[in-house]
């Protein structure tokens, strides 16, 4: 009470203010002159006495010309685009303050007392804007705390906003770059949020001083003081912690999956990986995509994901913008994805934002790490197969830098110590470079360039060489309007190709190859409107070109006929528009629309047949040409993305979102063997754009702190068009494929269960996920019919999959992990009888997918060592002990019957059927 009273009297003892008398005028011109220098000037005109301190003001310069004007309006005019305030009292002493202001009186009812009523025109203010009370600030004077204070923005007692918007990046002062999913809190207050893939985080706050906290994975927390009295923006540049990283594998920001509105979105931590084993000891982020409920693939070794129940040509896996086609090196093994060179990896098989498009079932958005900019550093690793190294340079200090990264293999003695004399004369290798340029121009702009190529080849038989290759280019421009306002410019190119050199004793050499291109524009923008809508919208372009293949002989001998597929082309465009509205504390609402539109374009022909017939040579009626870049066919529509999300509880929320897509690209493939030669189809006027629809319904729930999480989500989809073959049918250099495909329906639908825990000496996570897949190819001609035009069930359901991700820190530096995953055994087609033909013996098949192959189920065990967390070291080491597939199960991959010597054989595929012990070594300065 004594101190409320001794601060009562010392206000009350400041003077009527000097604005009551005649506010003196003065005339100036000056450019680009020191502020305290005009300050002396409007002294000497006026008798007026400045008081300030040197070092708020020393950095400002002015310029102006002001000819007989009142002194408040010339500090109005020079002060507007700082952070300094001024007060005036009738002595004529002028007080300058940092960020804050001084009150002549107490706010109406500042004693808890009614005061005197509204007047009419006080109560007609917008109801949006509140009178704004002066901000006391208690301050304890025998606590010291050293942080960081941050002004942004003036006290104006005329402005009539009662919150602002901070926003700004995360940054790790080690080695410049972005920090992804920290978390940002506002201490004493329930205000928080997390910041994005590129480090970007905004908050809505009110005047006045608030101290903001950040935590996250391997960051050292902070704390600082912001004094806010406008909108505006700090970056937080952090160190990282000393202390060793927890063993958290897959991480968000703590309330991440309670607080988003997306729902099916996941959060890949790259630098957690490193603890789930792996096969031969390679880190995955791919591979450890799998281990998550609802995502599988039709097999180990396969190439490529399900997810949701979708076929694998329905996920877009983007690397910087730029398309990586096929995602698998080594048969499947492996991933073409440098984990070294990765900065964060977020995957949408849910709500899918309406930025992206083109795809059915999901988004892989990964992004590489930006550069060092401080200092050069780098990252290597090797391993019984491959070794990687990664290196980073400043190009200017704290502005550019470069990094470099790749990946090779020596992998054919795997091939020859295997018991099988078939392949003691194989081979199989691979590598992978990258390169990325990140570039700061100013604070308002900022450039990153990234370069990738990938090629893998090998040669099972002695008579054929396959090679495949993935090269993308991508170029990015950041800009920043405003506080409110920013947009990104995205130029990105990616191809695929495949080859086949065969080299037989007859003479039928031949030499095949294939080839897709594609260039996307993108522009996309970013509106903070207020507390309640924040925007996104843009528009995007992609120019596709298919070379189908071609068909060369090779050497002189060759009896092979050239043989070349028209090329196709299409141009797929599409505006986006979402907004996430705030309806009020508890609801969340995202709403976004896409609208793609799809061209089939010239030059080529196109095999016109009879309506209401069976595609086939018989019911061809004409062969229609088209001139370069004329419209064959047009498809679009509109695309529906919404999303809700409400908080039972602050730690407990449900969230519900439907969506729909269309995809004008397919695959041409039978869904069971691991093929780096399926090719790619465009929609045409014979083959339609794939559809889909899809609701999802969750729950999610924290406990102790965030620790654990619990989520409970279900899905249901509807497919339309699915690209499927006939019997027999042959999908490579195939100059009339449309009569070798049918197109369907699809549905799916499943529960997904995860519990994880995030920290502790004992983390990890247990997924469960309950998921049908079912196809329907259906047609009133017999050869056009599936299963008697019912549904069956697709390549790749599995009903039941678990998965079990454990890890245990017995100190710092040692640590084991454990994965264990079972899944139900994947469709197959089985010969049910037999008959005789020319005195051989053939089969013919049951239903399409009525039988199964067995179980999967592997156990894989790893132990981990770092090395000494010494600050003052040359490189941090990290050595890793895995076995995969610790019980030496022999899963098959698939089941197949052939004829031989007149007789049926049937043979089991398996990729790992005993145990596969690795070490690893890494080490990162």
């Given at each position: 009470m004594?101190?409320?009273i001794?601060?009562?009297?010392?206000?009350?003892?400041?003077?009527f203010i000097?604005?009551?008398?005649?506010v003196?005028?003065?005339?100036?011109?000056?450019t680009?002159?020191s502020?305290?220098e005009?300050?002396?000037?409007?002294?000497?005109?006026?008798?007026l006495?400045?008081?300030y301190?040197e070092?708020?003001v020393?950095?400002?310069r002015v310029?102006g010309?002001?000819?007989?004007v009142?002194v408040t309006?010339?500090?109005?005019?020079?002060?507007?685009?700082?952070?300094?305030?001024?007060f005036?009292?009738d002595?004529?002493?002028?007080?300058?303050l940092?960020?804050?202001?001084?009150?002549a009186g107490?706010?109406?009812g500042?004693?808890?007392?009614?005061?005197?009523q509204?007047?009419?025109?006080?109560?007609?203010v917008?109801?949006?804007?509140?009178?704004?009370?002066?901000?006391?600030?208690?301050?304890d004077q025998?606590?010291v705390?050293?942080?960081?204070t941050?002004?942004?923005g003036?006290?104006?007692?005329n402005?009539r906003?009662?919150?602002?918007?901070l926003?700004?990046?995360a940054i790790?002062q080690?080695n410049?770059?972005?920090i992804?999913?920290?978390?940002i809190?506002?201490e004493?207050e329930?205000?928080?949020?997390s910041t994005d893939s590129n480090?970007?985080?905004?908050?809505?706050?009110?005047a006045?001083e608030?101290?903001?906290?950040?935590?996250?994975?391997?960051?050292q927390?902070?704390r600082?003081?912001i004094?806010?009295?406008?909108?505006?923006?700090?970056?937080?540049?952090l160190?990282e912690?000393?202390?060793?990283?927890d063993?958290?594998?897959v991480?968000?920001?703590r309330?991440?999956?309670?607080?988003?509105v997306?729902?099916?979105v996941?959060v890949i931590d790259?630098?957690g990986?490193?603890?789930?084993p792996q096969v031969?000891g390679?880190?995955d982020i791919?591979?450890?995509a799998?281990?998550?409920?609802?995502?599988?693939?039709a097999g180990?070794?396969?190439s490529?994901?399900?997810?949701r129940?979708?076929?694998?040509?329905?996920?877009?896996?983007?690397?910087?913008?730029?398309?990586?086609?096929?995602p698998?090196?080594?048969?499947g093994?492996f991933?073409?994805?440098?984990?070294y060179?990765?900065?964060s990896?977020e995957?949408?098989?849910?709500?899918?934002?309406?930025?992206?498009?083109?795809r059915?079932s999901?988004v892989?958005?990964?992004?590489s790490k930006?550069?060092?900019?401080?200092k050069?550093?780098?990252e290597?690793s090797?391993?019984?197969?491959?070794a990687n190294v990664?290196?980073?340079t400043?190009?200017?200090?704290?502005?550019?830098a470069?990094?470099?990264?790749?990946?090779a293999?020596y992998?054919?003695?795997?091939?020859g110590?295997?018991?099988?004399?078939?392949?003691?004369?194989?081979?199989a290798?691979?590598?992978d470079?990258?390169?990325?340029?990140?570039?700061t121009?100013?604070?308002?702009?900022?450039?990153k360039?990234?370069?990738?190529?990938?090629?893998d080849?090998f040669s099972?038989?002695?008579?054929?060489?396959?090679?495949?290759?993935?090269?993308?280019?991508?170029l990015?421009w950041?800009?920043k309007?405003s506080?409110?306002?920013?947009s990104?410019?995205i130029?990105?190119n990616?191809?695929?190709?495949?080859?086949?050199?065969?080299d037989?004793q007859?003479?039928?050499?031949?030499?095949?190859g294939y080839?897709?291109?594609?260039t996307?524009?993108?522009?996309?923008m970013?509106?903070?409107?207020?507390?309640k809508?924040?925007l996104?919208?843009?528009i995007?372009?992609?120019?596709?070109v298919?070379?189908p293949?071609?068909k060369?002989p090779?050497?002189?001998?060759?009896?092979v006929?050239t043989?070349?597929?028209?090329?196709e082309?299409?141009?797929?465009?599409?505006?986006?528009?979402s907004?996430?509205?705030?309806?009020?504390?508890?609801?969340?609402?995202?709403?976004?629309?896409r609208?793609?539109?799809?061209?089939?374009?010239?030059?080529?022909e196109?095999?016109i047949y009879e309506?209401?017939a069976p595609?086939?040579?018989?019911?061809?009626e004409?062969?229609?040409?088209?001139?370069k870049?004329?419209v064959?066919?047009?498809?679009g529509?509109p695309e529906?993305?919404?999303?809700?999300r409400y908080?039972?509880?602050?730690d407990?929320s449900?969230?519900a979102?439907?969506?729909?897509a269309?995809q004008?690209?397919?695959t041409l493939?039978?869904?069971?063997?691991?093929?780096p030669?399926?090719?790619w189809?465009?929609?045409?006027?014979?083959i339609?754009?794939?559809e889909?629809?899809?609701?999802?319904?969750?729950?999610?729930?924290?406990?102790?702190?965030?620790?654990?999480?619990?989520?409970?989500e279900?899905?249901?989809?509807?497919?339309k068009?699915?690209?499927?073959?006939?019997?027999?049918?042959?999908?490579l250099?195939?100059e009339t494929?449309?009569?070798?495909v049918?197109?369907?329906?699809?549905k799916?639908?499943?529960?997904?269960?995860?519990?994880?825990?995030?920290?502790?000496k004992?983390?990890?996570?247990?997924g469960y996920?309950?998921s049908?897949s079912?196809?329907?190819?259906?047609?009133?001609?017999?050869?056009e019919?599936?299963n008697?035009g019912?549904f069956?069930p697709?390549?790749?359901?599995?009903?039941h999959?678990?998965?079990l991700v454990?890890?245990y820190k017995?100190?710092?530096?040692?640590?084991?992990?454990?994965?264990?995953?079972?899944q139900t055994g994947r469709p197959?087609?089985?010969?049910?009888g037999?008959?005789?033909l020319?005195?051989s013996?053939?089969?013919?098949?049951?239903?399409?997918?009525?039988?199964?192959i067995?179980?999967?189920y592997r156990?894989?065990?790893?132990f981990?060592?770092?090395?000494n967390?010494?600050i003052?070291k040359?490189?941090?080491?990290?050595w890793?002990?895995?076995?995969?597939n610790?019980?030496?199960?022999?899963?098959?991959?698939?089941v197949?019957?052939?004829?031989e010597?007149?007789d049926?054989?049937?043979?089991q595929?398996?990729i790992?059927s005993v145990?596969?012990?690795t070490?690893t070594?890494?080490?990162?300065?």
């Open positions: 004594r101190n409320k001794v601060f009562i009297i010392l206000l009350f003892s400041i003077q000097f604005g009551q008398n005649e003196p005028k003065v005339s100036l011109s000056f680009n002159r502020f305290t005009v300050l002396q000037d409007i002294e000497e005109q006026t008798g006495s400045f008081f301190l070092n708020w020393s950095e400002i310029s010309v002001f000819d007989n009142a309006t010339v500090l109005d005019d020079l002060l507007k685009e700082t952070v300094i305030n001024y005036i009292m002595n004529g002493r002028v007080f300058l940092r960020n804050s202001q001084i009150y107490l706010p109406e500042f004693f808890g007392e009614g005061g005197e509204l007047s009419k025109d006080q109560e007609n917008d109801e949006d804007l509140e009178p704004v009370a002066p901000v006391f600030v208690q301050t025998n606590a705390r050293v942080m960081e941050v002004r942004i003036r006290a104006d007692q402005n906003r009662t919150t602002f918007t926003q700004g990046k790790n080690t410049g770059q972005p992804p999913d920290l978390a809190l506002v004493g329930d205000i928080g949020t480090g970007n985080y905004s908050l809505r706050l009110s006045g608030h101290i903001i906290q950040t935590r996250g994975l391997a960051i927390d902070s600082t003081r004094i806010l009295y406008g909108d505006g923006s700090h970056d937080f540049q160190n912690s000393v202390e060793s990283l063993e958290v594998v991480e968000g920001n309330n991440r999956n309670v607080e988003a997306t729902t099916g996941t790259v630098e990986i490193k603890n789930i031969l390679e880190r791919l591979k450890a799998v281990a998550l409920p609802g995502i599988t693939t180990e070794g396969a490529g994901f399900n997810v129940g979708g076929r694998t040509d329905q996920n877009l896996i983007l690397l910087d913008n730029g398309v990586v086609y096929n698998a090196h080594f048969f093994i991933s073409t994805i440098n984990p060179t990765t900065g990896a995957i949408y098989k849910g709500d899918i934002p309406a930025e992206f498009g083109g059915l999901s892989f958005d990964i992004t930006d550069a060092n900019t401080e050069f550093s780098g290597a090797i391993g019984p197969v491959t990664v290196l980073e400043p190009i200017i200090k704290n502005k550019s470069l990094m470099v990264g790749g990946r293999t992998s054919d003695w795997i091939l110590a295997l018991d099988e004399k078939k392949l003691s004369n194989s081979s290798s691979f590598y470079i990258m390169a990325k340029y990140n570039h121009i100013n604070e308002n702009n900022e450039i360039a990234t370069g990738y190529y990938s090629h080849d099972i038989t002695s008579d054929s060489i396959y090679d495949y290759s993935n090269r993308l280019f991508s990015g950041d800009h309007f506080e409110k306002i920013t990104n410019l130029l990105s990616s191809e695929y190709q495949f080859g086949i050199e065969f037989g007859a003479n039928d050499d031949f030499d095949l080839k897709n291109n594609e996307e524009f993108k522009y996309k970013k509106y903070l409107y207020n507390d809508h924040t996104d919208f843009g995007a372009s992609k120019y596709y298919v070379n293949g071609r060369d090779m050497g002189p001998d060759s009896d006929s043989l070349i597929i028209p090329r082309q299409g141009l797929e465009s599409a505006l986006f528009l907004d996430q509205f705030k309806f009020n504390d508890k609801l969340l609402i995202g709403m976004g629309l609208y793609s539109f799809y061209a089939s374009l010239g030059e080529g196109q095999r309506d209401d595609k086939n040579e018989e019911t061809l004409e062969t229609r040409q088209f001139d870049n004329e064959i066919e047009t498809y529509g529906l993305r919404l999303s809700a908080f039972i509880r602050p407990f449900v969230k979102s439907l969506n729909n269309f004008y690209i397919h493939s039978n869904n069971t063997t691991v093929s030669t399926d090719t189809k465009l929609s045409d006027i014979n339609k754009p794939q889909a629809y899809q609701a999802t319904l969750g729950f999610y729930k924290n406990f102790d702190g965030s620790i654990y999480e619990l989520s409970l279900g899905y249901y989809k509807k497919q068009n699915l690209l499927d073959y006939k019997v027999g049918a042959q999908l250099l195939n494929i449309e009569a070798e049918l197109q369907g329906d699809g799916a639908y499943g529960i997904e269960f995860l519990i994880k825990k995030n920290e502790g004992l983390n990890g996570w247990l996920t309950y049908r079912f196809v329907k190819l259906d047609s009133e001609f017999n050869e019919r599936i008697n019912e069956f697709s390549n790749y359901d599995k009903p999959d678990i998965s454990a890890n017995f100190t710092r530096r040692f640590s084991a992990s454990a994965n264990f995953v079972y197959v087609t089985f010969p049910i037999s008959f005789a020319n005195n013996e053939y089969v013919f098949y049951s239903d399409r997918n009525k039988f199964r067995p179980d999967y156990l894989d065990l790893s981990q060592m770092e090395g967390h010494k003052k040359f490189a941090h080491s990290f890793s002990f895995s076995i995969y610790v019980l030496g199960r022999n899963n098959p991959y698939s197949f019957f052939v004829t010597d007149g049926i054989k049937a043979y595929s398996s790992f145990p596969v012990p070490i070594y890494n080490f990162k300065f």
